[in-house]
C-alpha cells in the first residue's frame, strides 16, 4: 500500500476552531484545529458528499453545510444523523513549522461504524421499530 505523505500547511496557518480543504495526493482531507492539535478527516460528508469545509466547527464536533450531520473532529465518528457512515482520519504530524498529513493511495471516503451485536444466542425476542425517518432506518 502506498502512502502520500504531504505538508499542507504551516503550524501557524489556522487558528483554533478553523478548518480548511487541502489534497493530499488525490485525496480531499478537511484539515482542523482544536485545542492547539491538527486532524485530517475525510472532507466530504458521508451522507451526499457536501464540502465539510463550507460547514461549521464547533468545539470538537463538524457539522455539514448541507443537512447538518454532525462528526467527532478527533475519531472521525459520525454523532449527528442523517449520515450514517463515519469519516475517515488520517496522520498529522507538525514538524520544522509544518503541518504534515499522511494519507494511503486507496483511501476511502467512509468509515463504517461500529455496530452492537447480541450476545445471547438464545435470544427469541421481537423487536418493533416505529417510524420511518432516519432514526427507524438506523435503528433497523
Known amino acids: 500500500?502506498?502512502?502520500?505523505?504531504?505538508?499542507v500547511a504551516t503550524t501557524d496557518e489556522l487558528?483554533?476552531?478553523q478548518?480548511?480543504?487541502?489534497?493530499?495526493?488525490d485525496t480531499p482531507v478537511l484539515l482542523c484545529k482544536v485545542d492547539g492539535d491538527y486532524y485530517a478527516l475525510?472532507?466530504?460528508?458521508t451522507h451526499y458528499g457536501a464540502p465539510l469545509a463550507d460547514g461549521s466547527l464547533h468545539g470538537n464536533q463538524i457539522f455539514c453545510p448541507w443537512h447538518q450531520a454532525g462528526f467527532n473532529v478527533t475519531n472521525g465518528d459520525n454523532n449527528e444523523p442523517p449520515a450514517y457512515d463515519g469519516l475517515p482520519t488520517f496522520p498529522v504530524q507538525e514538524k520544522d513549522g509544518q503541518v504534515i498529513v499522511k494519507v494511503p493511495d486507496d483511501a476511502p471516503g467512509r468509515r463504517t461504524m461500529k455496530?452492537?451485536?447480541c450476545n445471547v444466542?438464545?435470544?427469541?425476542?421481537?423487536f418493533v421499530i416505529v417510524g420511518a425517518?432516519?432514526?427507524g432506518e438506523a435503528a433497523a
Not at 500500500?1 to 505538508?7: D, K, L, P, R
Not at 478548518?19 to 495526493?25: A, L, P, S, W, Y
Not at 444466542?121 to 421481537?126: E, G, K
Open 1 to 7: 500500500m502506498s502512502v502520500n505523505e504531504q505538508a
Open 15 to 17: 487558528e483554533n476552531g
Open 19 to 25: 478548518m480548511k480543504q487541502v489534497t493530499v495526493g
Open 42 to 45: 475525510g472532507a466530504k460528508c
Open 115 to 117: 455496530m452492537s451485536h
Open 121 to 126: 444466542q438464545n435470544d427469541t425476542r421481537d
Open 133 to 135: 425517518g432516519a432514526a
